[in-house]
C-alpha cells in the first residue's frame, strides 16, 4: 500500500486509519472526501519538529491553506503550532470563522483586491506577503487609516527553474508572483518599501514551485535569497528577520515517486543557511516554510461509486467512475497520476487495465489512465489515494454536478467536517 494508514480487512474491502472505506460510502454517499486527520497531524509535527530543532526560535510552518481550505482544518493547524497562509479574503474569512488567531495569518496573492487589503488590514492579518509595488500604495494607506504598523514581507522572484510543470513552477524571472532579483527591480522594491509609510518590513518572501523532492533546488533558493538580502543590506542598510522560503515539498502519488524526508529536507536547508550566513556575516533570520500539499495530500483518499465497465474492442477499458474533473481537476489540468484501487475487492489481483472517467460530458474528464485495478462490478467503491490537496479546493459544479461531502477521520470514528452540497445549495444564487 502506498501510505502505513491503508489497509485492508477480513472483508477484503480497504480501511483508511482502520476505518472501512465501504462502510464510509454506505453511511456518507459517494463521491466522498475521506481526511485522515491524525495524518494531517503526523504530517505538521514532522515540520514543527524539525524546524524547532534545526532553525532559530520564531521559525514555523504556515500551512498553505489554499491546498485544502475549509473551516475544519483549522483548528488541526493551530493545535499544531502552525500558522497559515491565505490568498483570499474568502480564506481569511474561513480561517477567522473557525477561530484561527489573524496574528498568525500570512495573506498572498498577487493581485489582492482593495477591499481585501482593507479587509485584511482591519481583521489584524499578522503579516501581508507583499507581491509588487500596485498594492504597497493601498496597504500603506489602510494601514495608517487605522493606525497601525503592518508587518510585511517582500516576495521577490530568485530565477530558478526547479524540474517540476510548467504550471506549478512559481521562482522562474518571468512570473507573475514577485519581483526578480535579476532584473534589479526587486531591489527597487526593497527601497520603496523600507520608504513607505504604515508598514515594517520583516523579510523576503520566494517560492520556487511545488512538487519538489530535492533538497538542492531549495539551497538554491536559499544561496540566492541570501546574495539578494546581501545587497539589501549594502545598498539600504536593511538586515532581514525572516526568510519565508515558501512550499513545494513533493509527496508520492504513485509508488515510482519518491518520498520526501522532511526532517532531513529541513536539516539540509537549515545548515546550508546558516553556512551561507556566517560565509557573508549575515545574521541568521528565522525561516518561515509554507506547506500545503505534503501537510493533507496523503491523508486524503476520494470514494466513489462505480457505474461498471466499458470496453472498446481493439482500444480500452473504462471504468465510470460517479465523480471526476468536478472533484479532482488535477489530471485535467496536468495530467497528474493517482494511484487507484478497487476499495471493495482491496484482496484481489489489480488486473484489470483500464482508465478511469468521469462522469463530465466532456472527453477530458478522467482521474487516471492506464492503470490496473481489481475488475469492478457496478455498485463497487473505487478509492483514489493521495486526494487530500488540490481537489476539494479545485472542485467545480461544471455540468452542474454537486460538491462531495468531506468527512474526517480521528481515533477509529469518521465525522462530517462538509455537507455535500445540496439542489438548494445550487440554485441559492440565482435570482
Ligand atoms: C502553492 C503555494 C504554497 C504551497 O505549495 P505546496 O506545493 O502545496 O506545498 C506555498 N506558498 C506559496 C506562495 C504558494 O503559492
Known amino acids: 500500500m502506498l501510505y502505513d494508514n491503508l489497509s485492508v480487512n477480513d472483508a477484503g474491502h480497504l480501511c483508511i486509519a482502520g476505518i472501512d472505506a465501504c462502510e464510509l460510502a454506505a453511511e456518507f454517499g459517494t463521491p466522498l ?8 497531524r503526523k504530517n505538521c509535527r514532522a515540520y514543527v519538529e524539525a524546524m524547532h530543532s534545526y532553525l532559530p526560535e520564531g521559525s514555523r510552518p504556515l500551512y498553505a491553506g489554499k491546498a485544502l481550505c475549509f473551516k475544519g482544518i ?8 502552525m500558522g497559515a497562509d491565505v490568498v483570499s479574503g474568502g480564506e481569511v474569512a474561513t480561517a477567522l470563522v473557525a477561530g484561527f488567531p489573524a496574528d498568525l495569518l500570512f495573506f498572498h496573492g498577487s493581485n489582492k483586491t482593495d477591499a481585501e487589503i482593507a479587509y485584511g488590514v482591519e481583521k489584524g492579518v499578522g503579516c501581508f506577503v507583499v507581491d509588487n509595488l500596485n498594492e504597497l500604495g493601498v496597504l500603506s494607506r489602510e494601514a495608517q487609516a487605522h493606525d497601525i504598523t503592518q508587518r510585511i514581507l ?14 506549478i513552477n512559481t521562482g522562474k524571472v518571468d512570473s507573475q508572483f514577485g519581483v526578480p532579483i535579476e532584473t534589479g527591480q526587486a531591489l527597487e522594491f526593497a527601497r520603496q518599501a523600507l520608504a513607505t509609510p504604515g508598514v515594517e518590513v520583516m523579510g523576503f518572501h520566494s517560492h520556487i514551485g511545488s512538487q519538489i523532492f530535492e533538497p538542492d533546488s531549495f539551497c538554491d533558493q536559499v544561496d540566492r535569497l541570501l546574495a539578494f538580502a546581501c545587497s539589501v543590506r549594502d545598498e539600504l542598510g536593511f538586515v532581514a528577520q525572516t526568510f519565508n522560503l515558501g512550499g513545494g515539498f513533493g509527496v508520492p502519488y504513485v509508488e ?64 465510470m467512475v460517479d465523480g471526476g474533473m468536478t472533484d479532482n481537476p488535477r489530471y485535467a489540468l496536468y495530467k497528474s497520476a493517482y494511484t487507484v484501487l478497487n476499495a ?21 474528464d478522467r482521474i487516471a489512465e492506464d492503470i490496473t485495478l ?19 479546493a479545485m ?31 445550487l440554485l441559492a444564487l440565482e435570482v
Do not use: W
Open 256 to 319: 515510482e515517486d519518491p518520498t520526501v524526508d522532511i526532517a532531513a529536507n529541513i536539516a539540509a536547508i537549515a545548515a546550508h543557511l546558516s553556512d551561507g550566513c556566517a560565509r557573508t556575516n549575515y545574521p541568521m533570520p528565522r525561516v518561515l516554510l509554507e506547506p500545503g500539499r505534503s501537510i493533507v495530500a496523503n491523508a486524503g483518499v476520494t470514494l466513489y461509486t462505480a457505474g461498471g465497465t466499458k470496453t472498446i474492442e481493439g482500444y480500452r477499458s473504462y471504468v
Open 33 to 40: 472526501y475521506v481526511l485522515d486527520e491524525d495524518r494531517v
Open 74 to 81: 483549522y483548528p488541526v493547524i493551530e493545535e499544531e503550532g
Open 374 to 392: 481489481a475488475r469492478p462490478e457496478r455498485g463497487d467503491i473505487i478509492a483514489v489515494l493521495t486526494t487530500g490537496a488540490y481537489n476539494f
Open 395 to 425: 472542485s467545480s459544479n461544471y455540468n452542474r454536478v454537486l460538491r462531495p461531502a468531506l468527512v474526517m477521520l480521528r481515533d477509529g470514528k469518521a465525522r462530517l467536517a462538509v455537507h455535500r452540497q445540496t439542489i438548494d445549495d
Open 344 to 364: 471493495s475487492h482491496a484482496a484481489d489481483d489489480a488486473d484489470f487495465a483500464c482508465t478511469i472517467a468521469g462522469r463530465c460530458c466532456e472527453s477530458g
Open 154 to 167: 517582500l516576495r521577490v522572484t530568485v530565477g530558478l527553474d526547479p524540474h517540476t510543470l510548467a504550471a
